[in-house]
């Protein structure tokens, strides 16, 4: 299932463009949390894309919640982001 939800955020956050994106599953650590136990699971993104240039740290945020959309209701319960420019990330 983790390779999935992978796979639909990966597809989700493709809007942004990012020249980079890793996906990180954190479930396994938070097993019994009580938000766990819905079944969606703990991730954390780093993504690199011009699309941020300009915008606050919140707003970025913002954009990456829009991008996963229904995602956060049906797979992700949390959601660890970093999100950063090419000239942040040294790319």
Do not use: C, N, W
């Not at 941020?52 to 959309?69: D, E, N, T």
């Amino acid at each position: 299932m983790s390779a999935e939800r992978i796979a639909r955020i990966r597809a989700a956050l493709a809007v942004l463009q990012p020249a980079r994106l890793d996906i990180r599953d954190d479930s396994a650590k938070h097993a019994g949390h009580a938000g766990a136990r819905d079944g969606r699971g703990h991730f954390g993104v780093l993504i690199v894309s011009s699309a941020f240039q300009g915008l606050s740290l919140v707003q970025r945020h913002k954009r990456v919640y829009a991008a996963m959309g229904s995602l956060m209701d049906s797979d992700v319960h949390a959601l660890a982001i970093s999100a950063k420019t090419p000239d942040e990330a040294g790319e």
